[in-house]
């Protein structure tokens, strides 16, 4: 199968969709639900409440230094569903192909998908493929949807956040929008960017190792770190205060971000974790989530205030203090 | 760059035993938005007011500009490829991000060399790549055209709206309302231009000019520096940036320019037409000239009612006193480029908006 491309006659529902089915997909995720082959799957769940997320991934490169469109594509919905703090267990997949797309990167990405899912500990139990005219779609594009199952009585939810909660997170923010930016504009640094993309369903354990003290997590994927502080925020009713010093970059990202006219707290990530906890066992927490190997950079970077609500103020390395707003629009390297 | 705290703290200090008044511009919208992410304006005495001037390629392109561009991008032969900031600038119409969703064919590429390999990997369409920039970004377009006739790529080309600053500078410096007392010199730009330029500024208008870096240390030190030259009523050109900025610049990128480039009259937005200002392909490379592969008409300049754009490039007014800012001006919805631009001072002041008397 030598540079082998996909064909539109692969999205005609004949011999041929079959056979792409049967070579990539259930070859690599071969599992009870899926084998059967029928128009859906039939799950068994815990008689508890349920979380259900879904997202879809379009990105270029499909392939980047740390991960792929399916990598990213798994742990964007286990980490959606970890969010919600529920254990991640099913998760269905839906592709749009381009024709003319490689099949041997096709079967590049359903194996690592089999992989993020073999870790993360969910099965792939039903999946859609279709092609469209080549221009209609670029390359390929995945659509997640996850269940997974409430570990505690609470549900988790911005409204539980009180002032003088904590805020964790849980590694160096900016990885993966430096790793996509770096690739698609050809820089090069001297330590490689590296997305962070991983899928972070250890965390759960958190939830029953201290009953009721996450109250709220969120990942900061589009939009970065600041976004989703103010989100909850927003949703919070309640005053977030963030100190820039506590806050984790890497050098590669800060002195990128420097030279691009960019900022790391608008900077994409896909293995991280923000954090929502009461003050009582916060350091336990940290020393639990560094024990993890994705979230051992974890920190506190700040706390919820009950004035100015709705409002995230950052206190700067300079020591002012500023408002740390939401994305609007864009964020896009400078022209100088 | 890591901040060492102790030596801002230290030199914030310093700055602050100066008690004399003084009107420092930072000329370039990276330094605008570095001084605003930091809060740096909240931490100064009020004795220093920085002033944000004409350093953001974007925001100073003239509105007529941004109109032929458009014109240009309707052109169904052509295939227009531009830096992705210039996408939602605001026409006197429409912008380019508009044009694209009625079918236009408008692409954004990450640098010019990547715009030459599009149109060689094209080579039936006409391939425009939009030249915006100073001095930094130039030298890289100038490369590619040279490149263009090395590999004889016949459908590409450049529409040169490049600017070169110390021009601004000067009719800023002659401005009678500025009252300038000294500049925060653009980094990026000195590393290609070098110190000269600002000697011939500092010899005819006598206020201090400092070649400054983009990090927090980077810029107190730059205001130190001219606070000093300030008190003790001297003016001299002085590099702060001196780990990247040589006094001779960057001979090569300048031998580019000039080889590609001459200098005409360019119109910016706020300061209006300025002789030498702007760089235009020289005859010897005519072939790559998009003016004059494709009749661009000139547009007259119309302005945008209640936009201040204008006045907040020349100082003269702070984002915050615009009629539109934050309210139908804002970075989703914006009016003007200096809303736009990553780059820009409406939208450093509202995205890093300090908290002072908020709270």
Redesign the interface.
């Known amino acids: 199968m030598k540079d082998e491309r996909v064909l539109l006659a692969h999205g005609s529902g004949g011999l041929l969709s079959h056979r792409l089915v049967e070579e990539i997909f259930k070859q690599n995720w071969s599992n009870p639900y899926l084998d059967d082959m029928l128009d859906g799957a039939t799950i068994q769940l815990p008689l508890s409440r349920i979380a259900v997320s879904t997202d879809s991934f379009v990105i270029t490169p499909v392939f980047f230094p740390g991960g792929d469109i399916g990598k990213l594509a798994v742990c964007g919905t286990v980490n959606d569903l970890v969010a919600c703090g529920a254990r991640p267990l099913y998760l269905t997949a839906a592709f749009i192909i381009e024709e003319g797309f490689s099949i041997r990167q096709l079967k590049q990405i359903a194996a690592s998908m089999a992989e993020t899912a073999r870790l993360a500990g969910v099965q792939l139990v039903s999946g859609d493929t279709k092609v469209v005219e080549k221009g209609s779609a670029d390359q390929v594009f995945i659509n997640t949807t996850g269940i997974g199952v409430l570990e505690s009585e609470t549900p988790l939810h911005p409204r539980r956040i009180q002032s003088g909660d904590q805020i964790i997170v849980t590694g160096q923010v900016g990885d993966h929008g430096l790793a996509i930016l770096a690739q698609r504009e050809g820089l090069a640094f001297s330590t490689p960017a590296v997305s962070d993309c991983a899928a972070l369903y250890r965390i759960n354990s958190l939830t029953s190792m201290f009953p009721g003290q996450i109250r709220c997590m969120r990942d900061p994927t589009r939009g970065g770190l600041a976004t989703v502080l103010n989100e909850i925020a927003d949703q919070a009713q309640m005053g977030i205060v963030v100190e820039e010093r506590r806050i984790p970059v890497s050098p590669v990202v800060r002195g990128a971000c420097d030279m691009l006219g960019m900022d790391p707290l608008y900077m994409a990530n896909e293995g991280k974790m923000v954090i929502f906890a009461g003050p009582e066992q916060i350091q336990d927490m940290v020393r639990e989530l560094r024990q993890i190997p994705e979230t051992s950079g974890a920190e506190i970077i700040g706390e919820v205030k009950g004035n100015h609500p709705g409002m995230v103020l950052l206190e700067t390395e300079l020591g002012a203090k500023r408002i740390l707003s939401a994305l609007e629009g864009e964020h896009v390297p400078r022209i100088c | 760059?890591?901040?060492d705290?102790a030596y801002?703290?230290r030199l914030?200090q310093e700055i602050r035993s100066f008690a004399k008044p003084a009107a420092l511009m930072e000329v370039?919208?990276?330094h605008t938005?570095a001084i605003?992410?930091?809060?740096?304006r909240?931490?100064l005495p009020e004795n220093i007011r920085l002033l944000s001037g004409p350093g953001c390629?974007?925001c100073v392109t003239s509105q007529s500009d941004i109109d032929r561009v458009i014109q240009l991008a309707r052109n169904p032969e052509v295939t227009l490829l531009t830096?992705?900031?210039?996408m939602?600038v605001p026409g006197s119409e429409t912008s380019l991000q508009e044009c694209r969703s009625r079918g236009a064919d408008v692409r954004v590429v990450?640098?010019p060399l990547?715009a030459l390999q599009l149109a060689r990997e094209n080579p039936q369409r006409e391939m425009v790549f939009l030249g915006?920039?100073?001095e930094?970004?130039a030298p890289t377009v100038a490369h590619t055209i040279v490149e263009a006739q090395r590999l004889k790529v016949n459908n590409f080309s450049v529409l040169s709206l490049h600017k070169i600053v110390p021009p601004a500078l000067e009719v800023i410096f002659s401005d009678a309302q500025m009252q300038l007392d000294g500049l925060i010199c653009p980094g990026?730009?000195s590393l290609v231009i070098g110190l000269g330029p600002y000697d011939e500024l500092v010899s005819k208008y006598h206020k201090p000019c400092v070649i400054t870096g983009?990090?927090?240390e980077d810029i107190l030190e730059g205001i130190y520096m001219l606070m000093r030259q300030i008190i003790s009523g001297q003016a001299r050109a002085e590099i702060q940036y001196r780990r990247v900025v040589k006094p001779n610049g960057n001979p090569i990128a300048q031998k580019l320019l000039s080889r590609v480039f001459q200098p005409v009259t360019a119109r910016w937005r706020g300061l209006g037409a300025i002789p030498g200002s702007g760089l235009t392909i020289r005859d010897s490379y005519a072939h790559f000239d998009a003016c004059r592969r494709f009749s661009i008409p000139e547009i007259e300049e119309k302005t945008i009612k209640g936009c201040a754009c204008g006045g907040i490039l020349t100082g003269k007014i702070s984002p915050a006193q615009c009629a539109l800012f934050g309210k139908t001006c804002?970075?989703?919805n914006?009016v003007g480029p200096c809303m736009?631009?990553?780059?820009g001072a409406c939208a450093a002041h509202?995205?890093?908006?300090?908290?002072?008397g908020?709270?």
């Open positions: 760059m890591k901040t705290n801002n703290n914030l370039c919208g990276t938005m605003a992410r930091a809060g740096m909240d931490l390629p974007v830096f992705g900031d210039m939602r990450y640098s990547d915006i920039g100073f930094t970004t990026h730009v983009f990090g927090d804002t970075p989703l914006p736009v631009s990553q780059e509202y995205r890093y908006a300090p908290m002072k908020r709270e």
